[in-house]
């Protein structure tokens, strides 16, 4: 994994073509979407990439708005008394199925987390929706908590991860 670099995606250079995490809604948007997303503003992708191109894995960032309500008590309680807080939402993250085990994709998570606590523009939170209960798992693990009203939909305050940094 050491050769492996995090980077935005360049269609040009990535093979997308030979992507595989085993879940087809992960790999067709890769392959089909994803640049497309770039293009149009919706999304900012970032591929872990070997020198020679191939993909080992991705991860999507795009604006998202919280609703206050929707987080805990303690977390709304620090923040101004608007409807709507500004988050990211991390919309995929998956890793190709060669390249499982590695820990690559809690690299891509930390890489995820720390650009947008890092970002210019702020946010007040990383929002993910799991896929199913081992992502949820997964998320869990990094410190990811269930919003109360969707418990596949998961959070992490910005403010702790710049706490680590």
Do not use: W
């Not at 392959?31 to 020679?52: H, I, R």
């Not at 929706?129 to 596949?152: K, T």
């Amino acid at each position: 994994m050491s050769s492996i670099t995090l980077e935005p995606l360049d269609p040009k250079r990535h093979d997308r073509a030979s992507f595989s995490c085993g879940e087809e809604s992960l790999d067709s948007y890769l392959k089909t979407q994803a640049s497309q997303d770039v293009k149009k503003g919706l999304a900012a992708c970032f591929v872990a990439a070997t020198p020679e191109g191939r993909i080992a894995g991705y991860y999507t960032l795009s604006p998202y708005g919280v609703a206050v309500q929707n987080l805990p008590m303690d977390l709304q309680r620090k923040l101004p008394h608007y409807p709507v807080v500004p988050s990211y939402l991390l919309g995929r993250l998956a890793v190709d199925e060669r390249d499982r085990g590695t820990g690559l994709g809690g690299v891509l998570l930390v890489d995820a987390l720390e650009r947008a606590a890092q970002a210019e523009i702020p946010a007040v939170a990383m929002v993910v929706d799991a896929l199913n209960a081992s992502a949820a798992s997964f998320y869990a693990y990094y410190g990811f908590e269930q919003f109360a009203s969707a418990p596949s939909r998961l959070f992490m305050p910005l403010a702790t991860v710049r706490k680590r940094s």
